[in-house]
């Protein structure tokens, strides 16, 4: 019997094409379920002990309980769902299984991973209704310059999501696809495109995310969001590039599917960065 | 140069963000030319509403404090200093009080002079 398995897992490995599905799809489980989490984590842990409540009062708006509560559904959940995760791989390794059901196995399993980051967000949501709704800031500064896209990008970040997206364009054409593939790819990269450039432009007088904020922290969170903006362009054309690739080589569908896991992991990567390097006094009682 | 309010205080916001330009023209803090940030930075910063802005650079652009030059933004006004010390109120109140006197000298009753004031007013809209 477990000769059998093992032998089973042994067959399933030496196929090329889901040994390395297996590899993305571990990567994806760690990533998003177990590496991003744990960050997260231990950023709130360390933001409750350098700026305790009864110091900073203006930083937590519900008890020191509710947010031990909320550490504790979400540590529960992703550990949950990376075990879910790997119960799958498992699974399929003892089983008989194609590389690209398993790809598909692992794409459909990633708007699971994704659920708690959700969560983690409305929460966050939440707490800044709450301290909106205090008004805990009566005296409310602003600086009188004007900001502009280009004071918070490199050019070279620029240049490179131009050439990017030029590159789908050239690769695209050259590629000879049929027209429904390629202007589907295209168009998918130019709505990105744009829709980064909206992105960039609305992160310039995007909500403080609390009146509390320093100037100097209100400054560095705008652009934190007009970088990531930019890389989203970056990463979506690259994306479309190896769809291009995979398409014009015939290579499998799980080929596409692996880049995609890989994009979602990159974007979460990115976006889940929380930083406790900011001026955190502005949260002292009567600052 | 920044600009601070207070949302408690019983000025209201716009006339605060009005006194606290003009202050910052009259101090030479912002020269002639300088770009303003447009309404919807200053309010997202402020954490106000967005009209509330539009009416304080409204009330700036009429007393020629600032000039809006459409896409390209909104500027500080080549004579914002001298229109900075001009007290709009004071002067229509000087106005006023000379008009008052002229009318009363042809003999006009105060109820007269409030129902042609009254009229003027809605004419003028």
Excluded: C
Aim: charged fraction near 20%.
């Amino acid at each position: 019997m477990l000769e059998n398995i093992i032998n089973q897992i042994v067959m399933n490995l030496s196929d090329t094409r889901v040994a390395l599905v297996i590899v993305v799809f571990v990567s994806q489980i760690v990533t998003l379920s177990i590496y991003l989490p744990g960050r997260w984590l231990r950023y709130r842990k360390a933001l409750f002990e350098r700026y305790p409540a009864e110091e900073y009062p203006n930083l937590y708006y519900q008890p020191e309980s509710v947010e031990i509560l909320r550490q504790k559904i979400r540590q529960g959940l992703d550990w949950l769902v990376a075990s879910v995760g790997i119960g799958l791989i498992m699974v399929a390794l003892t089983g008989e299984i194609t590389a690209i059901e398993l790809a598909v196995t692992m794409i459909t399993f990633a708007p699971v991973q994704i659920f708690p980051f959700f969560l983690s967000r409305y929460w966050g949501y939440k707490n800044q209704l709450l301290m909106k709704k205090s008004e805990g800031k009566k005296i409310r500064k602003a600086s009188l310059a004007t900001r502009k896209v280009k004071d918070f990008i490199p050019l070279y970040l620029v240049l490179l999501a131009i050439s990017m997206y030029l590159l789908t364009l050239i690769v695209g054409i050259w590629s000879e696809l049929n027209g429904e593939t390629l202007l589907t790819m295209i168009g998918l990269n130019t709505i990105i495109t744009i829709y980064s450039i909206y992105l960039m432009n609305k992160a310039l007088n995007a909500a403080k995310d609390d009146q509390f904020l320093s100037a100097k922290d209100r400054l560095a969170q705008i652009g934190k969001r007009i970088r990531k903006s930019i890389i989203l362009s970056i990463l979506f054309s690259s994306f479309i590039l190896s769809i291009l690739v995979v398409t014009y080589f015939g290579l499998g569908k799980e080929i596409f599917l692996i880049a995609a896991s890989i994009y979602f992991q990159l974007i979460f990567v990115i976006e889940v960065n929380p930083k406790i390097e900011r001026d955190f006094s502005v949260y002292k009682a009567g600052s | 140069m920044e600009i601070s309010i207070d949302i408690g205080s019983e000025q209201p916001i716009f006339a605060q963000l009005i006194g606290q330009i003009k202050q910052a023209v009259m101090k030479g803090e912002l020269s002639p030319g300088i770009a303003l940030p447009p309404i919807r930075q200053l309010a997202s910063d402020l954490g106000i509403n967005q009209n509330t802005v539009a009416k304080a650079y409204k009330v700036l652009e009429r007393d020629q404090v600032i000039v809006a030059k459409g896409y390209k933004g909104t500027f500080i006004h080549d004579d914002a200093k001298t229109n900075s010390s001009i007290d709009w109120e004071e002067k229509a109140s000087s106005i006023m009080t000379k008009t008052v006197g002229n009318l009363r000298e042809t003999g006009l009753t105060d109820s007269e002079i409030r129902i042609a004031f009254s009229k003027a007013m809605k004419e003028s809209r």
